[in-house]
């Protein structure tokens, strides 16, 4: 068996709505008949709970998806290779200033529209395309029919139902890690060290309701696109 892995679709309604948010703590998704791992980047605990207030998803489901998996009969050992190029990437990669630019609306014909929040972050198509290229080398091509549309789902709601979120322009947190999660429910951080990131910028910084951590609105600061 060649293992194959498919990314986040464009768009990601499909692939999306395809797929059972997990519990954070687990760190997981799955479908039916198909065993999946996932590297995703997960907000800190308190980004999460403070991002939660914006939507209906709960904060312990909050992620960027980075590229999903089907490991269904994957020997020990490709999982082994593919545990191996995620943490190879994550050692040789910096942190990310991560920063969500308002909400956008995936319509999906027949099922419920997720509404989502676009993810600007200097420096995430340059990760996400060395993982790409690690994972490749290590026997698990990524499909690239579809390009990567950086995002994270806020909430799911009918077609037929206005869409009501609302959230501060520009907040943002500083993401130190990467996640390999799988479907069993087990789960590996590999942090990322490949180097240090400006810190926060001392210009004002607005600290959103329900937040204990460093979720803020980085006012003054350049929008996403």
């Known amino acids: 068996l060649t293992p194959v892995a498919e990314p986040l679709a464009t768009g990601g309604e499909l692939t999306e709505a395809g797929l059972t948010p997990a519990n954070l703590e687990t760190k997981v998704e799955s479908v039916p008949g198909a065993d999946l791992m996932m590297v995703a980047l997960y907000p800190p605990p308190a980004v999460a709970t403070a991002l939660a207030e914006y939507g209906s998803e709960p904060a312990n489901e909050l992620h960027i998806s980075l590229v999903i998996l089907d490991v269904t009969n994957a020997p020990t050992e490709a999982i082994g290779a593919l545990?191996?190029?995620v943490a190879a990437v994550a050692q040789s990669?910096?942190?990310l200033e991560v920063r969500l630019g308002g909400v956008g609306r995936f319509h999906?014909?027949?099922?419920?529209d997720v509404l989502w929040?676009?993810?600007?972050?200097?420096?995430?198509?340059e990760l996400r395309q060395a993982l790409v290229a690690a994972l490749a080398a290590a026997g698990w091509p990524i499909l690239t029919d579809h390009g990567f549309s950086p995002h994270l789902t806020l909430s799911y709601i009918p077609s037929d139902e206005p869409s009501?979120?609302?959230?501060?322009?520009?907040?943002?947190w500083v993401q130190s890690d990467l996640t390999l999660a799988a479907k069993d429910g087990t789960a590996s951080d590999f942090p990322l060290l490949g180097g240090g990131i400006p810190d926060p910028p001392d210009s004002p910084a607005e600290v959103i309701p329900g937040s204990t951590g460093p979720l803020l609105s980085l006012i003054g600061q350049q929008g996403g696109s």
Not at 117 to 125: E, I, K, M, R
């Open 93 to 95: 990669n910096p942190k």
């Open 117 to 125: 929040s676009a993810v600007d972050s200097p420096g995430l198509v």
């Open 83 to 85: 545990r191996g190029a």
């Open 108 to 112: 999906n014909p027949g099922g419920e």
């Open 164 to 172: 009501t979120v609302e959230m501060p322009e520009n907040t943002g």
